[in-house]
């Protein structure tokens, strides 16, 4: 009888876990979907984000700052002076972006202020943190369009739709105005170290003669 009763409790614990996964990773991929559809209402989305940008060539151009991508993945040109950037969703007017007239398959990358830029170029008025942040897009017109949760990552490293305008996220090896592509994903897991010795103290016995 008793053994019974495990088996039932048992049973229980195992379809409440199973339901407790499946309801976490609805949640998960409903939320992301939510924000990747937000920005096909209108053409134009999020593309690819990079917070911390630093140049390791002379051939390289882009100034050392952070940026954020967009692209038009709509069959329509998009004047870009009808949309806002913001980190703050109490503010979501916080930069305003030019009256750019961005063609289908183009995109626009516009970067933090820094020593390097002309003084009439357009740039974000916050800078994106690389300890990670939320990201909006909105429309003067709408509100928010697009959204991303943008996670913590190294230099050099960007936040990017797999393929442009996608659903997917990851962590790549940046593409800077240019398509996304799954080969530029960065190897986020790093292997184990292996040492030749146990650690501790060494100890050593000198014989005197």
Not at 82 to 92: I, N
Not at 163 to 180: L, M, V
Request: aromatic share 10%; net charge negative; with cysteine.
């Amino acid at each position: 009888m008793k053994r019974g009763k495990h088996i039932v409790l048992g049973s229980i614990l195992i379809i409440f876990s199973i339901i407790t996964v499946c309801i976490n990773w609805f949640f998960k991929n409903s939320a992301g979907e939510g924000r990747s559809q937000a920005g096909s209402l209108s053409g134009i989305c999020i593309n690819e984000v990079c917070s911390s940008y630093f140049p390791t060539s002379l051939s390289e151009t882009q100034p050392p700052s952070d940026w954020i991508e967009l692209y038009n993945f709509s069959d329509t040109n998009i004047n870009l002076g009808e949309y806002c950037l913001s980190d703050d969703k109490d503010d979501l007017d916080k930069c305003s972006l030019p009256p750019v007239e961005l063609s289908p398959g183009d995109y626009y990358v516009i970067h933090s202020k820094c020593d390097e830029m002309a003084e009439e170029e357009a740039y974000l008025n916050f800078r994106v943190s690389a300890k990670g942040e939320t990201l909006y897009l909105s429309s003067r017109a709408g509100g928010v369009i697009d959204a991303v949760d943008v996670p913590a990552m190294d230099t050099n490293t960007t936040w990017s739709r797999l393929p442009d305008a996608g659903n997917a996220w990851g962590n790549t090896d940046q593409t800077y105005q240019a398509s996304n592509t799954q080969e530029e994903l960065v190897q986020e897991s790093v292997e184990k170290p292996v040492f030749s010795a146990e650690g501790g103290f060494m100890q050593m016995r000198l014989n005197w003669n």
